[in-house]
Every structure is written in C-alpha cells, then in structure tokens.
C-alpha cells in the first residue's frame, strides 16, 4: 500500500527531460524554418520578430497561471493538458494558409509552452528536494540538447527537401504522448494529507532579490532568445548560408549549453554560483560581441557555439538562486521567475528584429544588443555577488 502511494519519480523526471526535448523543438523548427515561412508568406524581418512576442505573451500569461494555480490544485493536469496545447498548436501551424493564421497557433501553442515553463522546474525540484540545484541543470540541459538533436535534424531535412510544415506534423504524436505519460503518474501532491500554504504574489513582489534576479533572468534569456531565433537567419543572410548551415548553427549553440548545464554540478564544487555567473556574463558579453564585429562564417558558428556556453548558466540557476535565496518549493515564486525569463525571450528577438529593420534590414546591427544584454546582467549580478560573500554558501 505504502509503494502504491509513492510518487513516480524516476518516471516523472524522465518525462520532465522529455518535455524539455520537445519543448526545445518548437523554437528549433521555427528558428530553422523560419526563412521558408517568410518565403511562404511573404513577411520580412519585422513581421517573423514579431512572431516571438506573440507566442511569449502567451508563455507568460500561462506561466504565471498555471504557477499560482499549482500550488493550489496541483500540477499533474495541467501538465498534461499545457502538452495537448502545444501538440494542438504544432499541429495548427502545419496546416495554417496565413499569416494571421499562424499568429493564433503561436498562441496556442504558447499557452502549453507557458504552462510547462511554470510547472516543470517546481515538480524536478519537489521531486528531489535535496539536490534543487544539480537537478535543475540536469533538467535543463535537456533543453539545449534538444534544441542540438532538432536543428541537425530539420536543417538536414530541409536541406534534402522536406517541407517545413512536414515537420511540425510529424512532431504532434510525441508531444500529446508525453501529456498521456503525465496524465498517468502519481505527482507528490498527490500524497501529502496537508498542501503547503502558498506563497503569496505580493509577498514576492515586495522583496527587492525577486526584482534583481528577474532583471537578470530577463536580459540574459533575452540574449540567448535572440541567438536561438535569429542565429540561422543570421548565418544566412551575412554569409549566404544554406538551412543546413544554419542547423548547424543552433546545433552547436545547443550542445555547447547541453554541455554547460550538465557540468554545472562539478564547476559548483569549486566556484559560488554568483562568481561563476558572473564570469559567464563577462564571457558571453566578449563572445556575442565578437559574432557582431567579425565578419567571417566559420568564426561566427564558432562564436555560436560559446555562446551557448556562456548561456548555459543562467536560466536554472537563477531560479535555484530564487529557491534559495527567496522562498523553497513555491511553484508561484519560479513561475513568476520563469515570466520574466519568457518576456526576454520573445521580447529579445523582437527588438533584434526591430532594429535590423530600422538600420534597412541590417541583421547584424540587431544582433549587437546580444552582448549588451550580457554586459547589463554582469553589473546587476555585482551587488548578489557581495551580499553572498557575506553567507556561508549554501549546500547544493
């Protein structure tokens, strides 16, 4: 009886890494594919930015609902129905004939995005409260790793003809099968008698470490967005490069991150997470400045591909730093957290894009607020960096 009400915890965690492959496929192939669809579509620079923002507003909105939602009525459905949304809205970019069209399944598909971005990190981090840390970067590796496994994939299969709306159609079964998976484990909540009392969104809100960290959170996942949404497009419009190049590009931009996360826990042995954060900021503000000014393809992907390690510690670790530093097991405080990573990432490549349109389709002119990004998020970490030399690190 006592097996019967345990969590599925190996089960669940795998399905979490899952998520976080198939979740890095929509923005691989729509990174990827996207000069096809304005080929399609007849849009240009301003238009595809444009797309980012639209499926982030919608990221954000279910984020924080479903965050403050799950502390009250648990996460098992609305992690399942948040996959069914992003498989109905995969499916519905596939068969759209507009560009109006394709704006609504950006939405659609947002609104399944947002909700495992709120809920997945706070249930990897229930599962295996005493290693937060080390489990958030294993979780989030598989990110970047899905995004190296897609890019190569879609880049390849473009490159031999398939079409770009083939390959959102044969990406709906395993999304939906992952909402199935969730909808049959058992999730923690399911086994405590008494639900913890949630954190409340004023609370957060008046703590001056929230305000900080999500400056953070939001610049950096603003640099690495636009890396990811424009990186191909980039490689082709500077250097004529096919969409194979291109894959290539957000493969290695996507592997060296894979890397980064999966060796945070060893670096942490050595180094306060605040330091190293802030090394990485200083890097990666040197790094994307180089992808600015040097005008050569290999350097770039090059370039690229440091980048993506510099990225890489970042988006989990802030959020460990929230559930250190602020409140533990508060799936209202990362989703709020997670919110202001959403808004950089589709807020980022849209003023890329709104820039390279202003400087007459400049691409490379947009990129440059990449490495302010990096360079803003160096000086806000500065003050975390002194107010946690005066603490004993924290075990991790």
């Not at 971005?117 to 229930?126: D, F, K, Q, R």
């Not at 931009?253 to 997470?273: I, K």
């Not at 992907?301 to 097991?329: D, K, T």
């Amino acid at each position: 009886m006592a097996d019967e009400q345990r969590p599925h915890v190996r089960l669940l965690t795998a399905n979490s890494w899952a998520t976080l492959i198939f979740f890095a496929l929509t923005s691989t192939l729509l990174a990827v594919c996207l000069k096809h669809i304005g080929d399609e579509f007849g849009i240009g620079y301003g238009l595809k930015g444009r797309l980012a923002p639209v499926r982030s507003l919608a990221l954000a909105i279910a984020a924080f609902g479903c965050g403050y939602l799950a502390d009250r009525i648990g996460k098992k459905h609305l992690m399942a129905v948040s996959m069914f949304c992003i498989a109905g809205g995969v499916f519905w970019v596939a068969r759209c004939s507009s560009y109006a069209g394709l704006m609504t399944a950006m939405l659609l598909m947002g609104l399944g995005l947002g909700g495992v971005e709120g809920l997945v990190s706070p249930l990897v981090a229930e599962l295996h409260p005493r290693s937060v840390s080390t489990q958030l970067n294993v979780l989030h590796a598989f990110y970047p790793t899905g995004l190296m496994l897609t890019a190569a994939v879609a880049g390849a299969a473009l490159k031999l003809g398939a079409t770009w709306r083939s390959l959102f159609n044969v990406s709906v079964l395993p999304i939906a099968a992952i909402g199935v998976v969730y909808l049959l484990c058992r999730f923690p909540e399911e086994t405590h008698a008494e639900r913890r009392k949630p954190l409340r969104v004023r609370g957060i809100l008046r703590n001056p470490t929230f305000w900080v960290l999500a400056l953070i959170m939001m610049l950096t996942a603003g640099s690495e967005g636009s890396l990811l949404y424009w990186g191909p497009n980039f490689l082709a419009a500077e250097y004529g490069s096919s969409a194979l190049v291109g894959g290539a590009g957000v493969a290695v931009f996507g592997g060296a991150m894979a890397v980064g996360r999966f060796g945070m826990s060893a670096a942490l042995r050595v180094c306060r997470l605040e330091r190293l954060m802030l090394g990485m900021a200083v890097l990666g503000g040197l790094g994307t400045l180089g992808l600015v000014l040097i005008d050569h393809l290999w350097t770039s992907v090059v370039l690229m591909a440091m980048a993506g390690l510099f990225c890489a510690a970042f988006w989990p670790n802030v959020l460990s730093l929230a559930n250190e530093q602020i409140a533990a097991g508060s799936s209202t405080l990362l989703a709020m957290m997670s919110v202001a990573g959403i808004v950089g990432f589709g807020g980022g490549p849209a003023l890329v894009g709104v820039v390279a349109e202003g400087q007459g389709a400049d691409l490379r002119a947009g990129m440059a607020l990449v490495p302010m990004g990096f360079a803003l998020a160096g000086l806000l970490l500065i003050p975390v960096l002194r107010a946690a030399t005066r603490t004993p690190a924290p075990e991790r």
